[in-house]
């Protein structure tokens, strides 16, 4: 598993190329047809050892979320934007590395010592903090354009469970440089490790027009909100709804917001995990969206469906998975991959 060297790795949507490295030496020796498309999306081959095989795409998005300098204050001090979904209840404080140097930064905040009655500060409120004292000093170091990502490391908590930035979607393709070293399979694996995916899943449509896929599943990590609730009435017992439970294997998706499953596919999927007494769930909130929901649309239409892996704390610094929902959802992919067929299309 690469999973540790994916998620260190800065990718910023844009700026995917530290990330595009350790993908392309990791497939080198086990895909053929590898290629960079224009937009920057990473796509290979693995041919099928069956007879007039399908082509099964499998995608996964190589962009993180994180942030653009836009320029510097007279004071030194950074301007910033957003690039893809971040709340800025978690902003002040954070530390970040700026730039291709990776420079140290600190997001600025207010000591609680001078204002106990703070509401949550914007976004365009904040700044960051690299140590310069004044514009010059700071604009010798930064540049407008430059990404800035969270300052986090992949860290081992348990012997199941493993914290870091980026789950959303290094996990993802974790999982699909582990399928391109597996197999053979008896059919043809599209690869495609996507860019721009959290700024309008831009990437996966190019790559699918490249590869033309017969089906695809989109391979990501998700939202696993399966913790006590701070603002919820203890005396409550409905709790909140959790998306997905952590521990609980892949779950599987019916709808979301950019797209609705292609229902063959949820029913082979979790036929195919029933068979084989792999544990799975399915995603009980219809939030967010997926690189399916580009794939879906192009070429006329590509039956498609979305294969999760639960992930804490997404779209923050520390995001945390459970290993054994790693190995069952590497376990459901690889086992759909030999299992399909073009009667699973049947209507």
């Known amino acids: 598993m690469i999973l540790k060297e994916l998620s260190e790795a800065v990718g ?59 320029g510097v204050d007279g004071d030194g001090l950074i301007r910033f934007n957003a690039i893809g979904g971040i709340d800025d209840r978690i902003l002040p404080g954070l530390r970040v590395r700026v730039g291709d140097d990776l420079l140290p930064g600190a997001i600025i905040w207010t000591p609680i010592h001078q204002n106990r009655e703070q509401n949550v500060v ?45 789950f959303d979607d290094r996990v993802g393709c974790s999982l699909l440089i582990d399928v391109l070293q597996g197999g053979p399979y008896p059919v043809d694996v599209l690869a495609a490790f996507t860019v721009q995916e959290e700024i309008g899943l831009r990437g996966a449509l190019v790559a699918a027009q490249t590869l033309k896929p017969d089906i695809a599943f989109a ?52 036929a195919t995990a029933d068979k084989h007494k792999i544990p799975y769930q399915f995603k009980t909130q219809l939030g967010g969206g997926t690189d399916a929901g580009s794939i879906h649309t192009s070429l006329g239409g590509v039956p498609s469906a979305v294969i999760s892996m639960p992930c804490r704390y997404i779209h923050s610094p520390t995001a945390m ?27």
């Open 12 to 70: 910023v949507s844009g700026k995917e190329d530290a990330v595009r490295k350790v993908v392309l030496n990791a497939i080198e020796k086990h895909a053929d047809n590898i290629r960079i498309d224009p937009l920057g999306s990473v796509t290979a081959v693995k041919k099928g050892k069956g007879k007039n095989p399908l082509r099964v795409m499998l995608a996964a998005h190589m962009d993180e979320i994180g942030f653009i300098v836009t």
């Open 122 to 166: 914007k976004l365009a409120n904040l700044r960051i903090d690299i140590g310069a004292s004044n514009k010059d000093e700071a604009n010798g170091k930064v540049k407008p354009g430059d990404r800035i990502v969270f300052d986090s490391q992949y860290r081992e908590l348990s012997p199941k469970v493993v914290r870091g930035k980026a």
């Open 219 to 270: 391979l990501e990590g998700t939202t696993a909100h399966d913790v006590p609730n701070p603002l919820a009435d203890p005396d409550d017992e409905r709790g909140v709804n959790p998306t997905t439970k952590m521990g609980s294997g892949p779950a599987l998706t019916f709808m979301d917001r950019s797209m609705i499953t292609d229902p063959r596919l949820v029913r082979f999927l979790s």
């Open 321 to 347: 998975l459970n290993l054994d929902d790693y190995q069952n959802t590497l376990k459901l992919i690889q086992t759909a991959l030999k299992e399909i067929t073009a009667d699973v299309l049947k209507r």
